[in-house]
């Protein structure tokens, strides 16, 4: 019999990375917390952190869950392992390239670095992940298109993001300021590639883990159109020069809130329909990280509205979305595959041969109950810290944000030392079943 | 053994049958037979011939319970193979629980 394809040293891997990604950019705003206050976007520091969180913890760590977990999703053959392993390293490559640019701020970039940094990544991973989408099964277009559509947006935003590294954004055909720009960029990146991407394999994973039947498809249709109209509507009024709050962008926001909404029901719909819910750590976590969703959505129509938004409620809005939701999620995530992934590496070989824990007794629950609290204490001094200018709230909030991401390696590390197989009980227990309880 | 002997083969068949039993979901803890996906278990000769199913197709780790599955039943003495076909329709669903499995996983009087 083939043994699994699973590939845990690749997925151990990809979480290492990305943990050690979120926890520097957490301890750069807790070093560096003034670098958050003013001008936060100019900051070389504050690019740096977002995109070791953008790309570092959430993209590295969903394209390694992405390309081993598709295939099975699939039930095909996505290409080798090496194929897989060669994508996810272009795209570190690059990412780590476009890290030490910003670090090394210098505006314009180097466009040859810059390009080769943001091209080699997204090249590589639409190359992994074509095939499996042209492949993908009917009962999954949903997930399909949301995966396809996340891809779409990650090319884009890392596309306007190289015009906007060469300084290409100043010219009459481009003709938006910087800001305007930053800002498309952003929602590119944000909502349509990371958010996306965690709402397609959110559809797949979570009546998986709570044994629910399955996902209601419309309203996940009705989250891909109004994110889809939404980004539009935004693009529309940044090229359009419409001033701010003008009516296209209003709408943009406000349709990408309503998005949030749906999706947030439609995670509620699929835990009312779970036959088997554990109230654990994941679930609450996973449901704090829908609550910061809501609010993000909710903050960014309502700074849609307003002539000229505070930049530090623009930051709080964006920390909202970016860690409360993108970091919880994920890491509500990681507490159920990382058990999984520890069981495959140590007892996979030994089921039905001897006694083996099962995956979820690897899981060192207080670790996980103690991200609930860190998630939370970071998230709110961290939102009241960049609205409020607060250099002692955002370094507290750097302080909880490192200590749940050091938490995280801790859980991860723990797994694997927990529980041990033991031989089956003598005498033999080949005893029929209804005997035995009989 | 002759193919016709009833009780030597209900003897294999209940020995495979605790053999499966040994098998445990990794995820949910209980073990195949109770979980469903266990769907006819004959002997053809000294062949074991498993129809099963797995929870669903992005199951992560299906083919390693399809692995254990064999590995538990090819260690019994009696057989000389295993044959296993997976079964993909209809798709498993939870009422394909054991009342004794429902109850371990206390979702007994769920819809």
């Known amino acids: 019999m083939p043994r699994p394809a699973l590939v845990t040293p690749f997925l151990w891997t990809s979480l290492g990375l990305s943990l050690a990604c979120g926890f520097v950019a957490q301890v750069l705003l807790a070093h560096d917390p003034q670098a958050f206050t003013q001008h936060w976007f100019r900051q070389a520091t504050v690019l740096v952190a977002l995109h070791l969180t953008t790309l570092g913890f959430v993209g590295i760590l969903i394209l390694g869950v992405l390309t081993q977990f598709l295939p099975m999703l699939l039930g095909r053959s996505l290409g080798s ?11 570190v490559l690059g990412f780590l390239v476009l890290i030490g640019l910003f670090a090394a701020w ?13 091209v080699s990544g997204s090249a590589a991973t639409l ?20 995966l396809a559509s996340s891809l779409f947006y990650l090319v884009l935003t890392a596309g306007l993001g190289g015009l906007m590294a060469q300084g290409l954004v100043g010219p009459p055909w481009l003709a938006p300021g910087p800001l305007d720009v930053l800002k498309l960029h952003a929602h590119l990146g944000l909502v349509g590639f990371a958010c996306l991407m965690v709402f397609a394999v959110s559809y797949e994973l979570l009546p998986m883990f709570n044994l629910a039947k399955g996902y209601a498809q419309w309203p996940g249709w009705v989250t891909l159109a109004l994110v889809h109209a939404g980004l539009a509507a935004i693009a529309v009024s940044v090229f359009s020069l419409t001033p701010a709050p003008g009516p296209w962008c209003m709408a943009g926001e406000g349709l990408l809130a309503l998005a949030c909404l749906f999706y947030a029901l439609q995670v509620l719909w699929i835990q ?9 750590a994941s679930v609450w976590l996973f449901r704090q990280a829908c609550l910061a969703l809501v609010a993000a959505a909710v903050t960014g129509f309502v700074l849609a509205t307003q002539d000229a938004p ?52 690897l899981l060192n629950k207080p670790l996980a109950w103690l991200a609930l609290p860190l998630h939370f204490l970071a998230l709110v001094s961290g939102c009241a810290g960049l609205a409020t200018g607060s250099i002692q709230l955002l370094r507290i909030s750097g302080c909880f944000g490192a200590a749940l991401f050091v938490d995280q390696a801790l859980l991860a590390a723990s797994c694997r030392l927990r529980g041990q197989a033991r ?15 009989s | 053994m002759n193919p016709g002997d009833a009780s030597i083969e209900g003897e294999i068949l209940a020995k495979a049958d605790a053999a499966l039993r040994r098998v445990l979901d990794p995820e949910m803890g209980i073990n195949v037979v109770d979980l469903g996906l266990v769907h006819s278990l004959r002997l053809r000769g000294h062949v074991l011939v498993l129809n099963y199913q797995l929870t669903s197709d992005s199951c992560p780790i299906g083919g390693m319970m399809a692995a254990a599955m064999h590995d538990a039943l090819d260690a019994l003495p009696e057989v000389m193979g295993v044959d296993m076909h997976l079964l993909d329709d209809p ?3 939870a009422d394909r629980i054991s009342p004794q499995g429902k109850k371990m996983l206390g979702i007994e009087g769920t819809h």
């Open chain 1, 272 to 280: 009312s329909r779970a036959r088997r819910l554990q109230q654990d």
């Open chain 2, 91 to 93: 798709p498993w669903s």
């Open chain 1, 310 to 361: 505070g930049p530090g409620a623009v930051a709080a809005a964006v920390y909202l979305l970016l860690f409360g939701f993108l970091g919880g999620a994920i890491v509500s995530q990681i507490q159920k595959i990382v058990p999984l992934m520890a069981w495959v590496d140590r007892f996979s070989a030994l089921a039905g041969k001897a006694q083996v824990p099962i995956a979820g007794h």
């Open chain 1, 127 to 146: 190359a992994l992940a074509w095939p499996a989408l042209v492949h993908f099964g009917p009962n999954q277009r949903l997930c399909r298109a949301t």
């Open chain 1, 106 to 118: 210098r505006a314009p970039l180097p466009a040859a670095a810059a390009g080769l940094a943001l």
């Open chain 1, 81 to 91: 392992t090496a194929l897989a392993g060669a994508a996810l390293a272009a795209f």
């Open chain 1, 423 to 437: 031989p089956f009980p003598m005498p033999d227990p080949f005893v029929r079943a209804d005997l035995r309880s």
